[in-house]
């Protein structure tokens, strides 16, 4: 599989950093509704307020529900991409690559975690990851040192199948085009120290699918490949399978009574979510992003990854979705509050392989 040239390459990451940013704030303002009230009470919010299907921002209505949040990612009410821990940890992975180089090790995860990820800031497995992290000292040992227990007690939470590394390493799909193994390994390095499981599973197969589209596969294809890089029998495979093979369908009914009962920010569920939007709208952003979003469970999560690895194919992400926010990300890593779409464009193309 042949590796595009740079100038090729340089215009997929423009489109996978502004598919990514477009996808979560679209997904930010319902994240809550739906994880609070379910995919059935989101889409009568959306059909209330006239915006189903979703082809544009979400409306701010808290007068009709009061769950919708974040009116600076609404419609006519967004003048930059406000922070979101989603755009977090795809900048905490340029600024892995930019001090450790390709062959970061897990403990350097966890470096960077504690130099610029506040503590506020992380949830789930990666807050008892980063809790374990400061009672290890703030990883004070030797430069290149691998504390194996230690590390390993940081990724034995009982969220790690959860959610959270899944959305860390799409950057590294980016990075590696055509070179899905390198992709899978890196992204495998940063999963396991929050991670196991499923919650890694989930966490390579998106660095995989990245890989493979950023390297010029067709994005069902690439779905369809990313199965060799993850155990035979596992759920994240068997979660890729059943979006893929519901693709056609206009809604994601049968993925929702599939995984019925399983928390809204596992990584499973969402994973045939992505896979189910991703493949439904590969021809057309926005029908990629928007049923991806409007089928629910953690909207900004799914949104931005579905984005991004549309984004990778090179295809421009409209400017009406791009237009609202000017090329302005924000985030709430330390020291970091607002990039330019351009400089992460040009600083992520510094570690393409």
Request: charged share 20%.
């Amino acid at each position: 599989m042949g590796v595009p040239l740079v100038n090729d390459h340089e215009q997929r990451i423009a489109q996978a950093w502004a598919g990514r940013v477009t996808g979560c704030m679209l997904g930010k303002p319902i994240e809550q509704m739906s994880m609070r009230k379910g995919p059935a009470n989101l889409e009568n919010y959306l059909d209330r307020v006239k915006a189903w299907p979703v082809r544009e921002y979400i409306p701010f209505a808290p007068d009709v529900d009061d769950h919708v949040e974040h009116p600076a990612a609404c419609r006519d009410m967004m003048s930059a991409a406000i922070p979101d821990d989603d755009i977090n940890y795809t900048v905490i992975s340029l600024l892995l690559l930019e001090e450790y180089g390709p062959d970061f090790t897990t403990a350097d995860v966890g470096r960077i975690w504690l130099r610029y990820l506040p503590g506020a800031m992380v949830f789930t497995a990666e807050r008892e990851a980063y809790a374990k992290l400061l009672a290890f000292a703030g990883m004070r040992f030797p430069y290149g040192a691998e504390p194996k227990m230690e590390l390993g007690e940081c990724s034995d939470n009982p969220f790690n199948d959860w959610i959270g590394a899944q959305i860390r390493t799409d950057l590294y799909g980016w990075v590696n085009p055509g070179d899905p193994e390198r992709a899978a390994n890196m992204a495998e390095r940063d999963a396991s120290l929050s991670h196991r499981g499923e919650g890694v599973y989930g966490a390579v197969a998106i660095a995989v699918v990245g890989a493979l589209i950023g390297g010029g596969m067709e994005i069902k294809e690439a779905l369809e490949s990313a199965a060799d890089f993850l155990p035979a029998g596992s759920e994240c495979s068997q979660a890729i399978a059943l979006g893929l093979a519901e693709a056609s369908s206009p809604n994601a009914t049968r993925i929702h009574a599939a995984y019925e009962g399983l928390s809204p920010v596992h990584t499973v569920n969402n994973l045939a979510l992505v896979a189910w939007g991703l493949a439904r709208g590969a021809e057309n952003f926005s029908i990629a992003i928007g049923d991806t979003v409007s089928a629910g469970w953690d909207t900004d999560c799914n949104g931005a990854t579905v984005g991004g690895l549309w984004g990778l194919t090179g295809r421009e992400v409209p400017e009406e979705w791009t237009g609202p926010w000017g090329g302005r990300v924000q985030t709430s890593l330390s020291g970091v509050a607002e990039l330019r779409l351009s400089d992460l464009v040009r600083r992520t193309v510094a570690h393409v392989a």
